[in-house]
Structure formats: C-alpha cells, structure tokens
C-alpha cells in the first residue's frame, strides 16, 4: 500500500493481532466484533437508567491494540483504545467520551476468569471497571468508583453484552 495514499482507516485497523504479541492479545482479542448490550446507568442519587446500545471492537495501529466504541443512544457515545505493554505485562485503557466530556486512564489485567481495569480519575476517584461471566458470545461488564481508598466500590454502570458477529 502507498502509505501517502492511505486512508485513515487503512492506516488504523489491522486484519489481527501483531505477530510480536500475538499470544498476550487474546486477554481482549475475544471482544473483535459487533456486540448489542442491555445499559443500567446508576446516578449518586440512585436514579437508574435503562437502554439498549451497541459496542464495536477492532484491531487497531498494525494489531499492537484493541479499539473500540460504545454507544448508549442519549447516554454516551465513546471510544476506547486498549494497548498492550510487554514492559509491565498489562494494557493501558484509554476511555473518551466527548458526549460527555469524560476521559480516563486506567491499566488492565486478568484476575481470575475476569478482566480487571484500575485507574483514578482527573479528581483522584479510584475506577474499576470488570468483564465477569465472559463467554464466547456473552458478558457483563461493571463500572465502579470507590471515594474511600478503595474500602468500597459504588456501581456506576452495568452492561450485559450479547455477540452479533
């Protein structure tokens, strides 16, 4: 390919995985593809809100990451970028939502069956969002915060995820 002549998407998604990391890709690999999700979105004041969304996952910058986007239609409308770093043996999370204008970093690790993504905010509040009950065509998803150490976590967010393709 003509790089000069490249389109974006060219340039940005990848066929799979590289072939230098291939074997640690798979912790998010299994997510590539189109995904329906049922959203419970959990306010501090215990107001809840209920939808249906879509979520899309992608190999991306020559298969060395994981890009994705989550729409919740009238909620938020992101995109994650997932990079895996051979010097820590982790990823690198990197959430943005303009909808919102919310923005995180967090790293992300196996615990167990489940997927485990810590990181703080801008203002110091410990996240944690989990995949749990992974399976080949299904997962729920949970995002937490935790004001007090990390002593206890309060539900933001949860997702239950089913494959299209």
Known sequence: MNRSAASLAELLFSDGPA???????GLYGW??????????????????HAGRGEIR????LEGRA????????GVFHGTTLRIYDPGIDAWHIIWSDPLRQ????????????DIIQLG??????????RFTDIA???FRWFG????????????????????LT
């Open 144 to 163: 937490e915060c935790s004001t007090d150490s990390e002593a206890t976590w309060r539900l933001q967010s949860e997702f239950a995820a089913r494959r």
């Open 57 to 60: 996952f992608g190999w991306a």
């Open 120 to 129: 703080k905010t801008d203002q110091g509040v410990a996240t944690r969002w």
């Open 102 to 113: 919310y923005y995180t970093r967090q790293i992300g690790r196996a615990q167990g069956p």
């Open 19 to 25: 072939s230098d990391r291939a074997d640690k890709m």
């Open 136 to 138: 080949p065509t299904s």
């Open 31 to 48: 997510l590539i593809g189109a995904w329906e999700m049922d959203a419970v979105i959990h306010a501090e004041d215990g107001r809840t």
């Open 66 to 73: 994981i890009q994705d986007v989550w729409s919740l239609p």
